[in-house]
């Protein structure tokens, strides 16, 4: 069996080229648990992905680009969930899924670069901190030492820190021969640095072909959980999903990446297998859109959105919400879907109790900029 030290620090180099979306992360400590995070960067909209469909304000707002409740699942007397997200909605149906809406990170301006540096930090402002709250969380864990690492071209800021990252993504250049492989581990058979970050990152190498290592979202699903269930290997993971920035044509592009996020979650489900019972995904945006629809078929760039809880170890069933409601006067800034819950508080409380770790030690820890953070917790079974 491959070192796990070795083959995380040196699964990069077995990676190949870039991967433009979406991409995986992976960090390895001691647990029998697993604990993923998705981050949908370009502010996705929550409000028609977990659609307030009793809230009459909804089709009102909305107009022409209301979801379209005949196909939509009904999640309970006030949500229904996009009609896209069919696998997600058997999830839900077993009490695996459950969403957290109205809810956002400190962030209320509306750039989605500072809006993805605060989510992925923990900060309060936008270049406010240096690392981010994934990679202290995995400095809490037992067992992490310098061996945390990332599986994508480059290392999200999420994962960034003083746990040693370093990265893996699938290629979508053709393979190199066997000869030319050969010839480049002859080249540094001598070298005492080279040859073991070589013969290391042909192990990843051959880890991750037998999982479909291509860019589509069923590979990238299996191929996430392929590494999850190596014996000695990650058990905390982080994807980017990009493409969800809407302003026009929404409802096509908004069904095409809800389909493929479906699909990579059902790919990571059946491929996990047993290990789904101990696993949490958590998937979550920058920042909302607004309310209304725009003139051009879509949104644009609000606050509030939904979050979600994907995995066996969810207490799932349901919807999490303190609506503040979508009419005259409960709009945040006149324009939003209002923030009722933290996301800050959910990630604390949701990263806690998915790796058995105490939510007010977390709270403190993976987010120390922030005024004190009360976890939620309840949502992840012990």
Sequence with gaps: MIDRRLFLSCAGIGAGAMLIAPRMALAAVESDRRFVFIIQRGAADGLNIVMPYADPAYA????????????????????????????????????????????????????????????????????????????????????????????????????????????????????PSDDLLLRAGRLYAEDPQLHPLWTAALEARGLAAGSGARQDPASLGRLTASFLTKPNGPRIAMLETGGWDTHSGQQGRLAAQLRALDTLLAALRDGLGPAWKETTVLVATEFGRTAAANGTGGTDHGTGSVAWLVGGAVKGGRIVSDWPGLGTG?????????????????????????????????????????????????????
Aim: hydrophobic share 45%.
């Design 60 to 175: 009102r707002l909305r107009g022409a680009l209301a979801g379209d409740m005949a196909a939509a699942t009904k999640l309970d007397g006030t949500f229904a969930l996009h009609p896209a997200l069919a696998e997600t909605a058997k999830m839900f149906a077993q009490r695996q899924a459950l969403f957290v809406h109205a809810v956002a990170s400190p962030y209320r301006d509306r750039s989605h670069f500072d809006g993805q540096n605060v989510l992925e930090t923990g900060g309060t402002q936008p270049y406010q901190a240096k690392d981010g709250w994934l990679n202290r969380l995995v400095g809490m864990m037992p067992g992490a030492g310098d061996d945390a690492i990332a599986i994508t071209s480059t290392v999200p800021m999420a994962l960034r820190g003083a746990r040693q990252v370093t990265s893996y993504a699938p290629s979508a250049l053709p393979q």
């Design 330 to 382: 409960q709009l945040y800034q006149d324009r939003d879907l209002k923030p009722t819950m933290a996301l800050d508080a959910l990630i604390a409380g949701v990263a806690a109790e998915s790796m058995a770790l105490d939510p007010q030690h977390v709270a403190r820890t993976v987010f120390p900029l922030a005024a004190p953070v009360r976890p939620v917790t309840g949502l992840i079974a012990a």
